[in-house]
């Protein structure tokens, strides 16, 4: 019967994980999406309306805000999704506990 819970409880666990995951996705795909359309539009009002060159437009910091901070925020959504493996992931403690152990020998 412990068998099954353990089964059970590691389905459970990794569903979730999937489910962060394609979180993450979903929202990459949509950071995207969404700032090629903005940058887009600022290049074009930009060119249209003040009569600047392509190259002065791209100079100019509204091309790049939205990216930079919506990418601060997907950052941190990357991190809460794949941060907690990052440095300290089970493999580094099972390491970590063999070392120790042979070291106390």
Do not use: P
Request: proline share 0%; glycine share 8%.
């Amino acid at each position: 019967m412990e068998k099954d819970y353990k089964k059970e409880h590691k389905y459970l666990l990794a569903k979730k994980k999937v489910e962060k995951i394609k979180g993450f996705y979903w929202h990459l795909i949509s950071y995207v999406v969404v700032n090629v359309f903005i940058s887009s539009m600022v290049i074009f009002g930009l060119m249209s309306d003040d009569g600047d060159s392509l190259i002065e437009v791209l100079q100019n910091f509204g091309v790049y805000s939205t990216w930079i901070f919506w990418g601060i925020g997907l950052f941190f959504h990357w991190l809460g999704v794949y941060g907690d493996s990052l440095f300290f992931n089970k493999d580094w403690e099972k390491r970590k506990i063999d070392e120790y152990m042979k070291n106390d020998e």
